[in-house]
Nanobody, 120 residues
Framework: VQLAEHGGGLVPAGGSLRLSCVASERPGMMGWFRQAPGKDREFVASVRLRDGTTEYGDSVKGRFRISRDIGLKTQWLQMNSLKSEDTAVYYC?????????????????WGQGTQVTVSS
């Protein structure tokens, strides 16, 4: 599966940003990870395409919202109340399985990444 991300950029703290990702074919799940300099890649959110079941990392719960469109093979990540600690490269990911998976090694395919910078 090839993944193409869109969005990202510079936003002030407290602001909002939306990322999107289009898949070349329909996977079982799509998700987002992020990686800040010197840190491990971190699970952000995932969505199961067949029924829209979502999961969120603790650091973004209540502020970020993931959604999907099956026909468009697209997912979106709406990020609100952004903080400086949200600054990272955000990666779109996909996998064939349908169970909750939060380790990067559980995911099959990755986008090229898009930079999100939150200024304080």
């Amino acid at each position: 599966v090839q993944l193409a991300e869109h969005g990202g950029g510079l936003v002030p703290a407290g602001g909002s940003l939306r990322l999107s990702c289009v898949a070349s074919e329909r996977p079982g799940m799509m998700g987002w990870f992020r990686q800040a300099p010197g840190k491990d890649r971190e699970f952000v959110a995932s969505v199961r395409l067949r029924d829209g079941t979502t999961e969120y990392g603790d650091s973004v719960k209540g502020r970020f919202r993931i959604s999907r469109d099956i026909g468009l093979k697209t997912q979106w990540l709406q990020m609100n109340s952004l903080k400086s600690e949200d600054t990272a490269v955000y990666y779109c990911a996909s996998r064939g399985g349908w169970d909750d998976a939060r380790a990067p090694s559980d995911w099959d395919d990755w986008g090229q990444g898009t930079q999100v910078t939150v200024s304080s």
